[in-house]
């Protein structure tokens, strides 16, 4: 090499310097273009699934009520007049809201009729109508006009997803379960109202019954087994391996172990609880214990390592400091890395619980996909969890559990979005920069 200034201008091209400049410039130009277009494919993407999801579920919202005169008949309902909460119970409201049904409709006097006059209704208006005197006692004797739940099909019409313009036999609302509905809507007895039963009751066979509160608090109950089981666990393995743990073949094969299982598939663990809990140890089948012991199983491999994530990120000089005033090992752990490190431990349970809360596989596995009817009242008790109903919900034959299904998704989609937020604003607010 030479330092002879002719010879270094003779070397440098203008031209062809310029050149490769403008060349690496384009091409970065070009990876910033494909970066962007990938996001924004990526976003609208994102954006037609969720509209498509809201789209379909926003209306299962809303419930058709149709309203009817109903006579309270006191002879029927307590006729000693004791309004003792037992006699009240047991009288016949299915009886009364069904004559209070024909009572609205005279010209109906065919059996068969009838009973397709009362199909425009849901199977549970005795139930609504008992609940009314429950809370009320003082209706007994009277007349009243109540708001009654309009069947799933009917529901359908009223939604505009039952196309009128279809031959009869394509339909599944008949022509003279039309004219009486075009009755009562001429009569403004036909609304739609918010549907509080999908948030307040469980699963249903029925449509316009189904409700999200049986798995919801089957969910809650089986994170919480999750939560108590793997936080204590997967933070004293976390401590244990990166700050007390020799450096030997033996941790050099836990630490392996451990980020494969991060990467088993989940229903391996749905085997395992099915092999290990269920048939071995005989623990009750569609529990919230076991699906918390499953779920956690899965679980801890994350937390694992996302606490070891967090000491790592403690430096060094704490440690030494710690030391070098003559606190111990384990001091050093409990009063000053390890309160330094639970925001970033915190953080990585809420990601690996907002996972568990998504899961269905290994749940099927140990019947949890059982049809629950009641709300668990314990973790023994028999429950399913929100993605467990979506899946069977997805299953269903009608129309009806089409908007349920994807309205539960939003509710699901909610959680997890507050839980991943929680984490963010966790991080955010204890996050200490070195």
């Not at 994350?302 to 060094?316: D, E, N």
């Amino acid at each position: 090499m030479t330092d002879d200034p002719a010879t270094i201008l003779t070397a440098y091209k203008p031209d062809l310097t310029k050149a490769r400049i403008s060349k690496r410039y384009a091409a970065e130009k070009r990876f910033r273009m494909y970066g962007l277009s990938a996001i924004g494919v990526a976003v609208l993407v994102l954006a037609i699934l969720l509209i498509t999801i809201a789209g379909t579920g926003y209306s299962a919202f809303q419930q058709t009520h149709i309203a009817i005169d109903v006579n309270f008949d006191k002879e029927s309902i307590d006729p000693q007049g004791t309004n003792d909460p037992g006699v009240l119970a047991e009288a016949n409201y299915r009886g009364i809201a069904r004559q209070s049904i024909r009572h609205a409709f005279p010209e109906v006097t065919g059996r068969r009729d009838q009973r397709n006059l009362f199909r425009l209704f849901s199977g549970e208006i005795d139930f609504q109508v008992r609940n009314m005197v429950l809370d009320d006692p003082s209706i007994i004797g009277t007349t009243q006009r109540v708001w009654l739940k309009a069947a799933a099909d009917i529901d359908m019409l009223t939604k505009g997803f039952i196309d009128r313009s279809l031959p009869e036999g394509d339909r599944r609302v008949n022509d003279q379960s039309l004219t009486w509905y075009d009755k009562l809507d001429r009569d403004d007895r036909v609304k739609k109202r918010f549907n509080t039963t999908f948030f307040t009751t469980a699963d249903s066979r029925e449509p316009e019954q189904a409700g999200i509160l049986g798995a919801v608090v089957g969910s809650a109950l089986t994170l919480l087994v999750t939560l108590v089981l793997v936080f204590p666990i997967g933070v004293a393995a976390a401590v244990y391996l990166e700050e007390f743990a020799p450096h030997n073949k033996w941790t050099d094969i836990i630490e392996v172990n451990i980020n494969n299982l991060a990467a088993v598939p989940s229903i391996v663990f749905g085997l395992l609880g099915l092999a290990v809990f269920l048939n071995f140890f005989g623990l009750p089948r569609s529990a919230p214990l076991v699906g918390g012991m499953v779920l956690g199983l899965m679980t801890l491999p994350t937390i694992i390592i996302a606490g070891r994530s967090a000491l790592k990120a403690v430096p060094p000089s704490i440690r030494e400091a710690a030391l070098g005033i003559g606190a111990s090992r384990m001091q050093t752990v409990t009063h000053h890395v390890l309160p330094l490190a639970m925001p970033g431990m915190l953080t990585g349970t809420i990601i690996g619980m907002a996972q568990a809360l998504g899961e269905t596989a290994p749940l099927l596995m140990i019947g949890m996909v059982a049809f629950i009817v009641d709300v668990p009242g314990g973790i023994t008790d028999a429950a399913t969890v929100l993605p467990v109903q979506i899946f069977l919900w997805a299953d269903a034959p009608e129309r009806a559990f089409v908007e349920r299904t994807s309205a539960a998704i939003m509710v699901l989609l909610a959680f997890l979005i507050a839980m991943n937020l929680a984490a963010i604003l966790l991080r955010k607010k204890f996050e200490r920069r070195w």
